[in-house]
């Protein structure tokens, strides 16, 4: 199966972030989806392999789209900061907005039109630094991946409502971010940090205050790789558009 890749176009890490989250009591187990499935993620990114983009273009059909149009994602409310509340779900910690008053939001063109309310984030990590990620550059896995989640306004009001509607390819942008472990330190993600230790075990919560999403990604935010595919855990619906920052 292949799967058609388009590259938009820093490798960043924390040694305290991925340490602590190897403590964490929630290994994820990957999987590939169905073996009858067509756009399953996640997915070997080769880099040779993959399409540059020059002018924008339409993910779907490869033609080229409104040129007022860029390739660049919107970005609103991702650099205030917010309070969350972090919940170890056993496979993984999803960390979730403590309050809805400011919801960020994110316009991907070379998605669709519509806009892409923030549900929740999301790790996946190892316990070397040769696994950990779910997605490979290259067949070479980071220690850890952050993957923020968005839902399409246009099939619903919440998460929930999207999911049930009528299958599509959009519904879904996921933000993934591989780390890479070295020795740094971040202030902005401290409080973070900090609160890692409270949920070591599955159905603990925490509440983190003043993080902000948008120090969760590169400071490039214009170079990327973008793809069709799924959801990772079960039932591994078909419905989304991954946006990968190496």
């Known amino acids: 199966m292949t799967t058609s890749i388009t590259y938009f176009g820093t490798t960043f890490g924390l040694f305290a972030l991925a340490t602590l989250l190897s403590q964490v009591d929630a290994g994820l187990v990957v999987t590939n989806g169905g073996s009858g499935s067509s756009k399953q993620s996640p997915i070997d990114i080769k880099e040779q392999d993959t399409q540059v983009v020059i002018v924008p273009i339409s993910m779907k059909t490869c033609t080229s789209i409104d040129p007022s149009k860029t ?3 919107t970005f609103n409310d991702y650099a205030t900061p917010l309070d969350f509340v ?3 779900e056993g496979d993984t910690v999803k960390v979730y907005l403590n309050n809805t ?3 960020p939001l994110i316009q991907a063109p070379y998605v669709s039109e519509a806009e892409f309310k923030f549900s929740h984030f999301l790790f996946h990590w190892g316990g070397k630094n040769t696994v ?3 997605h490979l550059f290259d067949g070479i896995a980071a220690p850890l991946e952050v993957q923020l989640v968005h839902f399409n306004t246009k099939y619903g009001k919440t998460i929930e409502d999207v999911l049930a509607s009528e299958d ?4 879904l942008i996921v ?6 472990i070295i020795p740094c330190s971040v202030k902005a993600f401290d409080p973070f940090i900090n609160k890692l230790k409270e949920v070591g075990s599955p159905g603990l919560e925490a509440k983190v205050t ?3 999403l948008e120090d969760l990604l590169p400071t490039d935010k214009k170079t990327f790789f973008s793809y069709e595919g799924s959801l990772t855990m079960p039932r ?3 419905v989304v558009a991954w946006t990968v920052f190496k």
Do not use: P, T
């Open 175 to 180: 933000l993934g971010a591989l780390f890479d």
């Open 132 to 134: 950990g990620s779910e």
């Open 71 to 73: 390739s660049s994602i």
């Open 210 to 212: 003043g993080l902000k």
């Open 236 to 238: 591994c619906e078909q």
């Open 86 to 88: 972090m919940r170890n």
């Open 168 to 171: 599509a390819s959009d519904k």
């Open 101 to 103: 008053e400011v919801i």
